[in-house]
């Protein structure tokens, strides 16, 4: 386990505490957790946000990293690993107009009612403005 890990699971635990208080109170909810988690799409940190380590429940929240394509899986390179270290979960009246138990998938049934894409505009070059690339996603707040 590196040194920060912990921290960042008690973080990451804390978070999703968070969402979870509010879905109690309101299951539709629009929730959106961003922002640079320094951890991978496939670590026990992301895991815990999304709540998969638990089973998936309703109030799973979906990566919407995900969602694209493994290929475009990525918001940062280092050493010429490409790697997710960016993310935006999204609670499940964000993802689809039907009811989803668990977080979204292509594939899985549904609708999306989002678009989401990353732009990959600086850690593929050697003259960056920042060794991350910046994500873009249109919610349908009016559902």
Known sequence: MRSSEADRHEQAKAVRG???????????????????????????TAELLI???EGSGANAL??????LPEHMRWTYVYEG???VLDHILVSPSLVTREKVNGPWRPG???NPVF???IVHTNSPFADQ?????PQVVHLDLKK
Do not use: C, I, M, W
């Open 62 to 67: 979906t990566d919407l990293p995900r969602t």
């Open 18 to 44: 968070f969402v979870d208080d509010l879905l109690a109170v309101d299951p539709q909810a629009k929730v959106v957790v961003a922002g640079d988690v320094n951890d991978f799409e496939f670590s026990d």
């Open 108 to 110: 899985s049934g549904g």
């Open 115 to 117: 678009r989401y894409d």
């Open 81 to 83: 690993n490409s790697q």
């Open 129 to 133: 403005d920042s060794d991350h690339d």
């Open 51 to 53: 709540n998969t380590l």
